[in-house]
């Protein structure tokens, strides 16, 4: 996508209200999930520790992603293999009610971490996640050779949109740019490139996600 084109994304979503202003963003520094409704000993203790709310996000992303490229018979697995996990974490960040152990509760997620990178089918690579501001939605970018596929999770892991065109060549298809929430966590902004004998300054297809519908306007 060209520098034009991309501030255009950006400065359209400006001008409607969508996006605050810059010098208002804030930097996610939280967990994945909120932590106002934190329940758990474990989940409270990452809500109080700056690296391993890093961790959990990143790990949360990673999860995601797996998710959104796996086949629908590999999905359930997968998610119960995340909830033995979520058991695993809470013993070890926590065990038996002693004071946290930070550096063991680190290792728990470096392992998990890793464990999913090796799922990834040959091909596929994590591209980019944009959580909502609410931290209720995720929107996942995965890419397969030179195609995207963008898909939108709820907090439980529901997927609730996909949008993709993988062509058998790996030739066209589409390209996902950028992407971002709206402020009030309602409309995902996206722009697509269409590959494969487009010329190249032209500028993208912008697209918006609209929870409420949970439909797509192009």
Not at 20 to 47: H, L, M, N, Y
Request: glycine share 6%.
């Amino acid at each position: 996508m060209t520098t034009f084109c991309k501030n255009w994304l950006f400065l359209f979503a400006f001008l409607t209200g969508f996006l605050r202003p810059v010098s208002s963003w804030a930097v996610e520094q939280g967990p994945s999930f909120d932590c106002a409704t934190a329940q758990s000993a474990a989940e409270k203790v990452i809500c109080k520790d700056s690296q391993l709310a890093v961790y959990d996000r990143r790990l949360t992303d990673i999860y995601q992603s797996l998710l959104s490229i796996l086949p629908d018979e590999q999905k359930g697995k997968l998610r119960d293999a995340q909830r033995l996990w979520l058991k695993e974490r809470n013993e070890r960040c926590t065990p038996h009610g002693s004071p946290t152990d930070s550096l063991e509760c680190m290792n728990v997620y470096q392992e998990r971490i890793e464990e999913l990178k090796k799922q990834f089918p040959a091909g596929w690579e994590e591209r980019a996640n944009y959580r909502s501001p609410d931290k209720a939605f995720n929107a996942v970018t995965v890419q397969q050779y030179s195609q995207d596929c963008l898909e939108i999770y709820d907090a439980k892991g529901k997927l609730v949109y996909k949008d993709s065109s993988l062509h058998p060549d790996d030739e066209h298809g589409m390209g996902i740019g950028s992407g971002v929430w709206s402020t009030d966590s309602r409309y995902f902004i996206y722009s697509i490139d269409h590959l494969g004998g487009h010329s190249p300054m032209a500028c993208p297809e912008t697209r918006f996600y609209d929870r409420q519908t949970y439909g797509c306007t192009k």
